[in-house]
């Protein structure tokens, strides 16, 4: 490892918060500077800046117009799936979320209510995300290919005085209809917010009004055309600025909460330190606002750095072709891209020699960032050959909002390791530890920790749920987080990340919860049981398999072809179409222990043509050997 400006401050950021962190709180405006850095006041309950006030909007917009950003381009909206194009300049950004914020707050939107959010990538989600920041109301952002009992789900537990929508998103291949799928989440949930509001587009416009419901319909433009602009509400450092919710192992999301101090002294931070991304350069990240990457990459950290960020409602590849994401990085002159490796691999997939690359200017191009996924040496080794730029893997989750491994290229660009997210970043102490707690010796494989407190900007708490924060999370390992991965660190300090340990999915850097899709096919009535695993898959890294046994009596052979068709659609209805579940054999018994625990990880192993671990607790052994031509029909 380094010995220089990377190891220096991550030392300070660990012997020293106070100091490290207490200097990168002045990068933020405050109303009132935080008397309090770290507030260990209430283990294992910490809290940053404790005592401070700000605005995040102020420090993402505002700030930048008063100190002379104002014509500057904040947001690009491209969008190849309507054809448009539209900038936005700082001046004009904070014109429309002032606005919109004036109309929130005259349907009563104050600070502390929560704001659901079920957009695709326009403009408008991202306004509507600001409008909250800047009136102290918490946004709850759902991405839009899930259904509506995954969106009813969020709606119950953050209980929105209002929902944002829009009348539709655009697939290539599809216009998908967003006011139906919302009007069946609010009908089985039994929370009623007391207004939605939708955006109209032209691709597919909504009936507004027209059922007859306990909330009040209205149309975005037309409320915001009598708006009144709105000031910003001043919050406490450790107010919350949203809840994010992500799929755990059960069928329950968690409401990962964010404050508004840590999270904007930390994504400043990330942006110079890890990204290398100042003020003025032009940022590309292809994600969704509905996932922690859009919030953290797509919206708060380019603002607050007064950056330019681009959004971008397309694909990599078919809108039109592979050349999307060149055409993007030439046109708006981007320093920086970062999104997930399938991305990459779908456009390898499309023009593996990259010709289409060719055509294009990317000599302002920097860096590629990827993360959400693990970054396969294949990938990494086609994409950096091809771009001829750093290719920067980091590992990181919804829960900490930013990374907790990178190659920090801001601050001291290192040796990258294919295979590796590099190293912890400041004010991460990662630690693998063993099945008792204890750390492991290098290149040793274990459970990924962070030894508390974790920096700003990660979760202080679930969402009215503080006692599962701290089961989920903190009681695995004494006065440690449990991040879910697996992994090692090697003699340089290099972390390697394995994948879950637990039974959460990530398909296509889609982070997804077996316990939702084996809901939605348990409801099936020939269904007895079943199981839901992620297998490897060359092109979205995992896919889900669905194992069902059927209910006494029901005729597997005869039945069987009609029942797998209904349960992969069921679960598109139930869960969303982001699940891509395609594969649901019928079988005749699942391995379990002797208590019931169906055993996903041994059949998962199975299925990756990896030596299965059987527990010595296995109720059935030849369950398993029924199952391993179903699992690996190949081998
Ligand atoms: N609204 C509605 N439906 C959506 C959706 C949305 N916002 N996003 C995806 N879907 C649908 C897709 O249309 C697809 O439906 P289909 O089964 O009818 O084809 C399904 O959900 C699966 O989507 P996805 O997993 O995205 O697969 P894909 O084959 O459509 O696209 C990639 C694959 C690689 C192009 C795409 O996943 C991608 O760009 N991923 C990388 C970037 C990223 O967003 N990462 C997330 C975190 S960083
Ligand atoms: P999400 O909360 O949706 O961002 O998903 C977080 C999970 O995605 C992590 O716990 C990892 O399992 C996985 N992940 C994210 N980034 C990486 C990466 N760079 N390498 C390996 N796995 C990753």
């Known amino acids: 490892m380094s010995d220089g400006a990377y190891r220096t401050a991550y030392e300070q950021s660990m012997d020293d918060p106070d100091a490290f962190w207490g200097e990168a709180a002045t990068a933020i405006d405050w109303v009132t500077p935080p008397p309090t850095v770290l507030d260990a006041s209430n283990p294992p309950f910490y809290r940053w800046f404790t005592g401070g006030t700000l605005n995040t909007c102020f420090n993402a917009l505002d700030r930048h117009v008063r100190d002379g950003r104002g014509e500057q381009a ?5 969008s190849p799936v309507t054809g ?15 606005r919109f914020a004036g109309a929130l707050a005259s349907l009563g939107v104050e600070k502390g209510d929560r704001v659901v959010i079920y957009m695709p990538m326009v403009p408008e989600a ?10 102290g109301a918490v946004h709850s952002v759902v991405f839009g290919g899930f259904a509506p009992a995954e969106l009813a789900a969020r709606i119950e537990d953050a209980k929105p005085k209002v929902v944002l929508s829009a009348s539709c998103g655009i697939e ?12 069946g989440a609010l009908d089985r949930s039994s929370h009623t917010p007391e207004s939605v509001i939708v955006l109209q587009r032209p691709q597919a416009p909504a009936a507004i009004g027209e059922r007859d419901t306990d909330w009040e319909e209205m149309d975005w433009a037309e409320l915001v055309a009598d708006a009144e602009p709105a000031d910003c509400v001043t919050v406490a450092a450790t107010d919350p600025l949203y809840i994010l919710y992500t799929s755990g192992t059960t069928g329950r999301p968690k409401g990962i909460v964010r404050d508004n101090g840590g999270h904007a002294v930390a994504l400043r931070w990330s942006m110079g330190n890890v990204f290398g991304v100042g003020p003025g350069d032009v940022w590309f990240t292809a994600s969704d606002v509905g996932w922690v990457v859009g919030h953290s990459y797509i919206v708060y950290a380019p603002l607050l750095t007064g950056a330019t960020t681009v959004l971008y409602e397309g694909k990599p590849v078919g809108t039109p072709d592979a050349s999307a994401f060149w055409r993007i990085l030439a046109e708006y002159g981007c320093s920086a891209m970062f999104t997930a490796p399938t991305a990459y691999r779908a456009i390898r997939r499309e023009d593996p020699d990259g010709t289409l690359l060719a055509a294009y200017d990317l000599s302002r191009l920097r860096t590629l960032f990827l993360a959400g996924e693990r970054l396969d040496p294949d990938t990494y080794e086609w994409a950096s050959a091809l771009l001829g730029v750093p290719v920067v893997d980091n590992w990181w989750q919804t829960e900490t909002g930013w990374p907790i491994a990178a190659n920090l290229r801001g601050l001291e660009p290192m040796p990258i390791k294919a295979g590796s997210p590099s190293v912890p970043v400041s004010g991460y102490a990662v630690e693998v530890l063993d099945g008792a707690g204890h750390p492991v010796p290098a290149g040793e494989e274990g459970a990924i920790c962070i030894k508390l407190p974790m920096p700003p900007g990660t979760l202080p708490t679930l969402w009215n749920d503080d006692e599962r924060y701290v089961s989920g999370y903190l009681s695995a390992y004494e006065g440690y987080y449990l991040t879910g991965d697996g992994g090692l660190i090697d003699e340089d300090g290099y ?19 077996t316990g939702s899709i084996e809901a ?8 007895a049981e079943c199981a839901v695993i992620g297998v490897a898959d060359d092109f979205k890294g995992q896919v889900p398999r669905g194992l069902v046994v059927l209910k006494g009596g029901v005729d597997a052979e005869a039945e069987g072809p009609r029942i797998t068709r209904e349960l992969v659609q069921r679960v598109r209805d139930e869960v969303g179409p982001v699940a891509a579940l395609k594969q649901v054999d019928v079988v005749s018994g699942l391995p379990k222990t002797r208590s019931g625990k169906i055993l996903r990880k041994t059949m998962r192993e199975i299925a990756d043509g990896r030596t299965p671990n059987v527990p010595g607790t296995i109720e059935d052994a030849t369950v398993l050997d029924a199952l391993k031509p179903v699992l690996r029909p190949d081998a």
């Open 495 to 513: 972390l390697f990340v394995l994948g879950r340990t637990d039974d959460v999915l990530n398909v296509a850097g889609h982070r997804l919860s």
């Open 520 to 527: 939605a096919l348990a409801g099936h009535p020939d269904v």
């Open 126 to 135: 991202v306004i509507g995300m600001l409008a909250c920041a800047r009136l």
């Open 84 to 98: 448009t194009t539209r900038t936005y300049s700082y001046a004009e950004l904070l014109g429309e979320v002032s």
């Open 172 to 183: 290539p291949a599809r216009v998908v209809e967003y006011k139906p799928m919302l009007d």
């Open 74 to 78: 904040a947001l690009i909206y491209d």
